[in-house]
């Protein structure tokens, strides 16, 4: 059996490479790696690595993460600023005894200690959307935290290890300095070779405090499918944050347990993930909440479509 999933349509292209790969008999942690890197790579996903959009003020600070399933090793990097790809980076300080997480400026300079290439991650276009932004809510007194899309990827490969990894330029318009759950183990990603693995994407402040990843983990652990590990989760966070804390934001999930079966939640209407498996030919999926159960769909030409002129449609600026 091999596998991979993955958070959003943004994943698509890296992750048909990567299943390739996987098909082929590759080890897994290249595999999402590389998948991860394309995303940050391309420069109109504005949620991630180079174009991802800038704190308030105007740099762009990344988070990401990588843990192996095999060794529950992990390394991951917060609030790395100007460096190519911050996930080779957590990768490779998954391979370090200690310093697993590191932050600002010491990430920076660990990463350019060990090689890995200067690259100004802010781009016109990312500026472009900021002063977008700004015009549409702080100008109108509104709050700027909306609109969310990290890229996390799981997968298992033929061997039967499995890794996930994540990356982001986290909730726009945050403080600088401000880490989501990206890079926190436990919640925004977790991988347990024996059990399987989860990631996150949506209100980092809200997914930490359920520690999602890691209890959906658990839940798979005690029997739980991933479906039901991942909607059980999602709806009892929703829930315990509305009535003890009074609001929650987005909560988005994928998984996978090590038999290559996937599950994937969502508190929002139009969260999308990328699945193929050695059963499950490459999709797209739209997901659709019903009452405690999260449906989802194969996404059709049009619906691709439309992705591919929003993500490229040119931003408007004020005269
Ligand atoms: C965070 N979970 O930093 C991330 C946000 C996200 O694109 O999904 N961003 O809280």
Redesign the pocket.
């Known amino acids: 059996m091999w596998g991979i999933i993955a ?1 959003w349509r943004m994943a698509l292209e890296g992750v048909t490479e990567s299943a390739s790969a996987l098909a082929a008999g590759k080890p897994v942690a290249s595999a999402v790696v590389d998948a991860v890197a394309a995303v940050e790579d391309f420069p109109y996903y504005k ?2 690595g180079y174009g991802g959009l800038p704190t308030e003020n105007g740099e762009v600070e990344l ?1 990401a993460a990588y843990m192996d399933g095999d060794t529950l090793a992990f390394g991951a990097v917060g609030n790395l600023v100007d460096i190519a790809n911050p996930v080779r980076v957590a990768q490779a300080l998954s391979r370090q005894r200690y310093n697993s997480l590191l932050v600002g400026q010491g990430a920076r300079e660990w990463a350019l200690s060990q090689g890995f290439s200067d690259k100004t991650m802010l781009t016109d276009r990312a500026m472009q959307h900021y002063r977008k932004r700004c015009r549409e809510t702080l100008d109108k007194g509104l709050s700027p935290y909306n ?4 890229v996390g990827i799981i997968g298992l490969d033929k061997q039967g290890s499995m890794s996930v990894a994540t990356s ?5 318009m ?1 403080k600088r300095g ?5 890079p926190i183990i436990g919640s ?1 990603f977790y991988c347990d070779s024996e059990t399987g693995a989860a990631t ?6 809200d ?2 405090k359920g520690c999602t990843s890691y209890e959906i983990v658990r839940r798979m652990a005690l029997g739980m499918t991933p479906q039901q590990a991942a909607d059980s989760v999602v709806f009892e966070l929703e829930d315990k944050l509305m009535s003890r804390f009074g609001r929650v934001g ?1 909560l ?1 999930v994928v998984c996978m347990n090590n038999r290559g079966e996937f599950g994937a939640a969502t508190n929002i209407k139009t969260f999308s993930f990328v699945v193929a498996t050695a059963r499950q030919p490459l999709t797209v999926f739209r997901t659709e909440r019903l009452r405690e159960k999260t449906h989802y769909q194969a996404v059709d030409d049009d619906w691709m479509q439309a992705y591919a002129t929003r993500i490229r449609a040119p931003i408007e600026e004020q005269p």
């Open positions: 958070t949620s991630v988070d609109g969310h899309d990290t982001t330029s986290g909730l726009f945050k401000r880490i989501g759950d990206s925004g996150a994407t949506g209100v980092g402040e997914l930490m987005d988005s």
